[in-house]
């Protein structure tokens, strides 16, 4: 039953409706004016300027890279050796703590947000480096937030593993971390890469929680933009979307033509 | 047997302490500010229970959500339809619709609709060359905004469980009907929608729960104007220092999504959700 052409109709439109302010964002970066606008005679790339010029801008991309490696690092490991274990040991009581860690990623965000600012103002009290504001603080809140999605992640890649390789490895005597080094890990390279750049990912463009807990020292880049985006819309802000954007495109672009290519090899 | 209990605990143990320790700890801390800021008692919960003000945010949260969980669930379906069933230049095309703007940030896709809507956006600076509007017209920071930029936020979430039961249909099931001489509108309405429904109400109440604690696009494409339920608590956390009442609102909302949670638990089974 292939869809009637009022079905294509309705799916594209909707297909228009979800690219279209992607789309909008384009001409308003290119405008002369200071303020959000649509360019009428001449295009300028000065917003584009303006993001090289304001060490500000530069600072907080950079910033949001540290915490989105270390915040991923963190995350992915911790999510691997949970699911590694829930897979290997199977525990009576796996299904409880499986739904206990994807707590963070279920719960409203605000009510993680206010949870996550309880945390880091209580540790500010006692150091300054796992703190309110601070770079690293930032980074243990964003693993927190991410973690559920990289366990997610990893049990799905766990999930298609043959258990009889392992069965076999154990049956031939492997301990256990030779059947995770030598036989799981191997199986599920793909898949904890994929944890490992979703994580990266949710945390480059995390702001409700990074909301609550920063306040002028760890600008991170979203922060910046939502900064750039509250009273007076500065259209730097377009000209960093647009630049996002291009980034997300390609990168969808380029796994599409890749899995195309290999769909058509098989 | 003493190294095997501990193998698993040493897998296990890692992420569950730094759970409980930066998470669960800090989540029962919210709890007792709740009941102890400004003083001890439930007298918060009274507070946003009774305040009319407060009433008004959650009536008019529930209200949107509502609102934008219809609407995404109905445009979700139609996109859906075509990705699972339509050609491959079609789904090509409309996955791609999809997947697009699900990776782009939350900050980028609001921002994308105030360039659209507001005054000087896209829309009102065509409608007044053309010579259609002569004020602009006003189409951000109201609930108009709000929802359309919302129901763009959650559209890809909601395709992704109403593919899943679309795909997993007997295409058999359609052939009978066609040849006992249904109609194809009677084939998508009698038979195709009921056996998508728990797609359809998993994706429903998956929309709703985000909504409800949904933050950036509402205080964004709002503009303080229509302020939701976590844009209250913000507020209540950071500008008019009210602590007592921001988690205890807070612990208001985790309850309501917790139950609407254990409703889609029951009518999707988690192992589907994953896969």
Redesign the interface.
């Known amino acids: 039953m292939k869809p009637t052409p009022i079905a294509v109709f309705l799916a594209f439109t909707v297909a228009l409706f979800l690219l279209l302010p992607l789309i909008a964002v384009v001409p308003v970066s290119f405008t002369p004016a200071r303020f959000l606008s649509m360019p009428t005679d001449v295009w300028s790339l000065r917003h584009y300027q303006a993001l090289l010029d304001n060490p500000a801008w530069l600072q907080s991309i950079w910033l949001s890279l540290r915490i989105g490696i270390l915040s991923s690092v963190i995350a992915t490991l911790l999510a691997l050796m949970f699911s590694l274990g829930i897979w290997m040991f199977r525990p009576w009581f796996g299904s409880l703590l499986f739904g206990f860690v994807l707590l963070p990623m279920v719960a409203p965000p605000v009510v993680s947000a206010i949870t996550l600012y309880f945390f880091l103002t209580t540790l500010s009290k006692v150091n300054d480096v796992v703190a309110y504001d601070t770079w690293v603080g930032v980074a243990i809140a964003h693993a927190v937030m991410i973690a559920p999605f990289a366990v997610v992640m990893v049990t799905v890649a766990l999930a298609q593993v043959d258990r009889r390789i392992d069965l076999a490895a154990r049956g031939f005597g492997a301990s256990v971390s030779q059947r995770v080094f030598k036989v799981i890990l191997p199986n599920i390279k793909f898949g904890v890469f994929t944890a490992f750049f979703l994580s990266f990912v949710l945390s480059w463009e995390e702001i409700g929680v990074t909301l609550f807990i920063t306040s002028v020292d760890a600008v991170t880049l979203p922060r910046m933009m939502w900064m750039g985006l509250r009273d007076n819309i500065d259209p730097a802000i377009a000209a960093i979307s647009v630049i996002l954007i291009i980034i997300v495109i390609t990168v969808i672009l380029a796994k599409t033509a890749v899995t195309f290519k290999l769909s058509r090899k098989t | 047997m003493k190294s095997d209990r501990l ?2 605990a ?3 143990g ?3 302490l ?2 409980g320790l ?6 029962l ?2 709890m007792q ?1 709740s009941v102890t800021l400004p003083e001890t008692g439930f007298s918060q919960y009274g507070k946003a229970v009774s305040d009319p003000l407060i009433q008004s945010v959650f009536l008019r949260t529930f209200r949107i959500c509502l609102i934008v969980t219809l609407c995404a669930v109905a ?2 379906y ?2 859906a ?3 699972v ?3 491959p230049a ?1 789904r ?10 699900f ?14 809507l ?1 005054n ?3 829309i009102n ?1 065509w409608l007044q060359a053309a010579g259609i509007i002569s004020e602009p017209l006003t189409m951000v920071r109201n609930e108009f905004g709000v929802v359309l930029g919302m129901m ?1 936020f959650l ?2 979430f909601a395709v992704f469980p109403i593919a899943s039961a679309m795909r997993s249909l007997d ?1 058999r099931v ?1 052939l009978a009907a066609r040849g006992m001489g249904a109609s ?1 509108l009677r ?1 998508f309405w009698s038979i ?1 929608v009921p056996m998508t429904l728990p797609g359809i109400l998993g994706a429903g109440l998956m929309v709703f ?1 985000f909504a ?5 696009t509402p205080a ?1 494409l709002g503009g303080g104007r229509s302020v939701m ?2 844009e209250l ?2 507020l209540r ?2 500008q008019s220092p009210d602590w007592g009442l ?2 205890a609102i ?1 612990v208001i ?2 309850l309501i ?1 917790g139950a609407l ?1 254990v409703l889609m638990l029951r009518l999707v089974r988690p192992n589907k959700m ?2």
Request: with cysteine.
């Open positions: 193998k698993p040493l897998l296990l890692p992420l569950v730094f759970l930066a998470y669960l700890v800090p989540f801390g919210v500010w445009a979700a139609a996109i339809y075509v990705w069933r339509g050609t079609q090509l095309v409309t996955e791609l619709c999809i997947l697009i703007p990776w782009i940030s939350v900050l980028t896709r609001a921002f994308g609709w105030v360039a659209l507001s000087r956006g896209l600076t763009h559209i890809p295409e359609f194809r084939i195709f729960v409800l604690g949904f933050f950036i964004i339920i976590a608590i913000y956390l950071f921001g988690a807070s909302l985790m999504v949670l994953l896969g």
